[in-house]
């Protein structure tokens, strides 16, 4: 992708804003913002066209609609306990008054948003500009958080959008490269980068309980320690041991303050308020990016990685800590890093990551391509084995429920009746499942289930004799303690290869037709 740089300048102590250097974020781009801060979301809700902006978390979405800065944009936040009707209702009212549509949004949330466009009949794809704030969270959370990338299906389908990230990892999407996306780099022409002390220990208890006297002896006035730390777990023993525990908050998810609140402990939040500050702060990785944390002071920050306690604590410098440091609009003073590296976990250079991730790539696309090549036939064998057994429990219960004597005729009135429910929970599951026939027209469903129903009343037929037949034969050995069972499996297995023969063959060989 071709890389475009804004000069950005400080000017009398202050940093300038996005919006001085690039008045609209343009489209088709992955904006580097570099610095925190810099407006990237401000500059979106101000601009004058219809806006859908995607934030990885609630408390920006809380921040940005509370913010006085935006009282008069028309912002409505989309999270949970927020509907589609409520979003439909406000579309309706913006329109009305001839306003700009200004949607900030969870990933999860985004789904609402494309349901009451299509309610209201509104090409939401030609009509908004779609921003992703803080995209690198896209990639660093989609292992324990799928639904993170329930947008891009549709990101691509936008007429008008952009990433956006002051720690942008760079994905590597061909879609990018085809709908000619640039990166814009905003370049500061002043020093910005902030040194962290690193710690390196095997305890980081024993290392915090240091370091701490060490932070407030070199405090010239008082102020708050914030801590990032991704373990409510670990943040409540820490808080326990190091006896700060009536002197701290905790900023953190929903679930997890209600966890701390089982615990005993009192002061956990959801959201950042600054009504809640108390000496020392101690953030999850809700908090690390897209969140304005306004203090008067400026904090010294600890980062905490524990991997012994759990994986997910640990904390990239070049993200993780460059985001956290960067929610603290007044500044930061010192910054300290306490690590216990696991020693257990494999360290590979730049090449040997390429390298590794290639592999990954190499494997996951050679499973893609058997998986597409052969689903139509895995597809059908799950759903054959499942119409089997609809056949089979239907086949036992009645076979044991019949008031009929004689026993082959008991075994062939309720192979009949297990075929009827067989073939009905084979056709829809075929036709959604297997062939992918999207027509629901009657006319066409009606011809397309009688060729169904009549192909497989000629593997009915081989069935219903075949099973009796088998039995009268002497097959008629137990299986599963059941008379005929046995008979039963070996004529299943003859008919559902002819049943995917004529469904391939005759029934539904021209899927790509029937699209409504």
């Known amino acids: 992708m071709k890389t475009e740089y804004k000069p950005i300048y400080k000017i009398a102590g202050k940093i300038q804003y996005l919006t001085e250097v690039l008045p609209q974020i343009e489209t088709n781009t992955i904006l580097c913002k570099t610095l925190t801060g810099l407006g990237a979301t401000y500059s979106e809700i101000k601009a004058k066209r219809h806006s859908v902006i995607i934030v990885p978390n609630v408390p920006p979405i809380i921040g940005k609609c509370k ?11 989309v999270k949970q306990g927020v509907t589609t009707e409520e979003v439909i209702d406000y579309i309706e009212k913006t329109l009305a008054a001839g306003k700009f549509i200004k949607l900030i949004s969870t990933p999860e949330g985004f789904t609402k948003i494309k349901r009451a466009f299509e309610e ?26 799928a639904d993170i990338i329930l947008p891009m299906d549709d990101f691509f389908k936008f007429r008008e959008k952009a990433f956006v990230s002051a720690t942008p990892i760079l994905p590597s999407d061909p879609h990018f490269e085809s709908q000619g996306f640039k990166i814009v780099e905003v370049q500061p022409t002043f020093d910005y980068k902030r040194p962290i002390s690193i710690v390196q220990t095997n305890n980081v208890l024993e290392a915090l309980k240091e370091i701490l006297p060490q932070i407030k002896a070199q405090q010239e006035q008082p102020r708050s320690v914030c801590f990032f730390a991704n373990s409510v777990d670990m943040i409540h023993q820490l808080m326990s041991k190091l006896g700060i525990e009536n002197e701290s908050a905790v900023f953190c998810a929903e679930k997890s303050v209600e966890k701390l ?36 002071e400026q904090p010294d920050i600890v980062f905490v990685t524990e991997p012994y306690f759990a994986e997910y604590t640990i904390i990239d410098p070049c993200t993780d800590a460059v985001q956290a440091i960067g929610r603290f609009r007044n500044g930061t003073s010192l910054a300290i890093h306490v690590v216990n590296a696991n020693e257990n976990y494999p ?5 040997g990551i390429k390298e590794y991730l290639k592999g990954c790539r190499d494997a996951y696309k050679t499973i893609k391509n058997l998986y597409y090549q052969y689903k139509e036939i895995i597809m059908y064998l799950i759903m054959g084995v499942l119409t089997t057994l609809v056949n089979w429990v239907v086949y036992a219960v009645t076979v044991r429920a019949l008031p009929i004597s004689g026993e082959v005729t008991k075994v062939a009135v309720a192979n009949v009746i297990a075929w009827i429910a067989g073939v009905i929970f084979a056709y829809f599951t075929n036709k959604i499942w297997v062939f992918e ?3 629901w027209k009657l006319k066409f469903v009606l011809k397309e289930m009688s060729m169904f129903v009549g192909a497989r009343l000629i593997t009915g037929c081989i069935e219903w004799l075949g099973v009796p037949a088998l ?24 008919v559902v290869i002819l049943n995917y023969v004529f469904s391939k063959l005759l029934i539904f060989k021209n899927k790509e037709n029937q699209a409504d």
Not at 124 to 140: G, R, T, V
Not at 267 to 296: G, Q
Not at 347 to 351: D, E, P, V
């Open 261 to 296: 609140k089982k615990k005993g402990f009192k002061r956990a939040y959801e959201h950042w308020n600054s009504k809640h500050k108390m000496p020392y702060m101690w953030f999850t990785c809700r908090f690390y990016t897209a969140v304005d944390i306004e203090l008067e």
């Open 67 to 77: 913010d006085p800065k935006h009282k008069n944009d028309n912002l409505f936040g």
């Open 347 to 351: 360290i590979r250079t730049k090449a």
């Open 471 to 494: 039995v009268k034969l002497g097959l008629n050995q137990k299986f599963l303690g059941i008379d005929g069972m046995f008979s039963k499996v070996l004529v299943s297995v003859i």
């Open 437 to 439: 026939s999207y027509s």
């Open 120 to 145: 209201l009949e509104l090409d939401i794809y030609n009509m908004c500009f779609f921003l992703s704030d803080e995209c690198d969270k896209l990639i660093k959370d989609v292992d324990y958080r």
